[in-house]
């Protein structure tokens, strides 16, 4: 049984700006940032990736950056999820294959050529190759928007994703649409679904009461791998729209909470060979203490 414990960005800008994790010789210093993370925890989600494809060059940077045992569990590009994606998010020579249209054009997966879409898949598995090769490639992540439900089309588009991973990459789901899990039948159906994908159950704790959040589902779809993410518990900061999208997860757990959230991943933990555990609650240093509360919390069984 092993349990890691990370956060889901080391370069946040509020993070950065509040001043109160790196030291001040590091504020200009990118890999003396990463490093400086790494000795402290052994896991981090890259979040970039949701938002561009990842370089390869950037990738290779981080594997070097970072102990032989560290682990990244990437975002996939936000075109693969179903999500709306912004022309500009494209690779430059990609966009100049469609016909002309402002970069703040929003466009869907479905939208594009085939032929697009594939060569935009290709380019994100090359880009983890300096992961892979290194060991440090945990789980590439999927978090899929609340319009992804639980009918043909949407377990189509989970399909496509998880297919396109190739033998030795493992799947993350996380699903935002409550329908996926109300209920008992429901929820057996979304488990028995995943794991016949192969793909691993993202357990998610999030704020309940809105159209876009799940309840969390302590179960794991797949052996080696459980994937829990701790998005904070701010429900009237969900779905604001503030000028850092780390805002939305303001959130602190307290003593109490983590004790209880220790509790439950150790027990998740005790059915699987690995567990990852993300804190999303990125706002300033808020991901760094509560990484560090719930890594005590684990500590003090």
């Given at each position: 049984?092993?349990?890691?414990?990370?956060?889901?960005?080391?370069?946040?800008?509020?993070?950065?700006?509040?001043?109160?994790?790196?030291?001040?010789?590091?504020?200009?210093?990118?890999?003396?940032?990463?490093?400086?993370?790494?000795?402290?925890?052994?896991?981090?989600?890259?979040?970039?990736?949701?938002?561009?494809?990842?370089?390869?060059?950037?990738?290779?940077?981080?594997?070097?950056?970072?102990?032989?045992?560290?682990?990244?569990?990437?975002?996939?590009?936000?075109?693969?999820?179903?999500?709306?994606?912004?022309?500009?998010?494209?690779?430059?020579?990609?966009?100049?294959?469609?016909?002309?249209?402002?970069?703040?054009?929003?466009?869907?997966?479905?939208?594009?050529?085939?032929?697009?879409?594939?060569?935009?898949?290709?380019?994100?598995?090359?880009?983890?190759?300096?992961?892979?090769?290194?060991?440090?490639?945990?789980?590439?992540?999927?978090?899929?928007?609340?319009?992804?439900?639980?009918?043909?089309r949407g377990m189509l588009r989970i399909q496509d994703c998880v297919a396109h991973m190739e033998e030795d990459l493992v799947a993350a789901v996380e699903l935002r649409h409550a329908g996926w899990y109300e209920g008992a039948a429901a929820r057996a159906s979304t488990l028995d679904f995943l794991r016949g994908l192969g793909a691993a159950h993202t357990v998610v704790d999030a704020p309940q009461g809105h159209d876009n959040t799940v309840p969390a589902v302590w179960q794991a779809t797949r052996d080696d791998l459980a994937v829990v993410r701790l998005h904070?518990?701010?429900?009237?900061?969900?779905?604001?729209?503030?000028?850092?999208?780390?805002?939305?997860f303001q959130y602190e757990y307290t003593p109490e909470e983590l004790a209880e959230l220790a509790r439950q991943v150790r027990e998740l933990a005790r059915r699987v060979r690995e567990t990852h555990v993300v804190l999303n609650t990125n706002f300033e240093d808020q991901g760094m203490r509560n990484a560090q509360g719930l890594i005590a919390a684990l500590q003090a069984r």
């Open positions: 049984m092993s349990i890691r414990v990370g956060t889901a960005s080391w370069t946040d800008r509020t993070l950065l700006a509040c001043g109160r994790f790196y030291p001040p010789a590091l504020r200009d210093d990118a890999a003396g940032r990463l490093r400086y993370y790494a000795a402290r925890f052994p896991l981090a989600e890259i979040d970039a990736s949701y938002y561009a494809l990842p370089d390869p060059r950037q990738a290779q940077a981080w594997a070097e950056r970072t102990p032989a045992d560290f682990v990244f569990n990437i975002k996939a590009f936000r075109l693969f999820t179903g999500h709306q994606t912004p022309l500009r998010a494209l690779d430059p020579d990609l966009r100049r294959e469609l016909p002309p249209a402002d970069p703040d054009t929003v466009v869907y997966a479905d939208q594009l050529p085939a032929e697009i879409r594939e060569e935009t898949w290709r380019r994100f598995l090359i880009a983890l190759d300096p992961l892979r090769m290194s060991g440090k490639l945990g789980a590439v992540h999927f978090q899929f928007p609340p319009w992804i439900r639980p009918d043909r904070g518990r701010n429900t009237e900061a969900w779905n604001s729209r503030g000028a850092a999208s780390s805002s939305r």
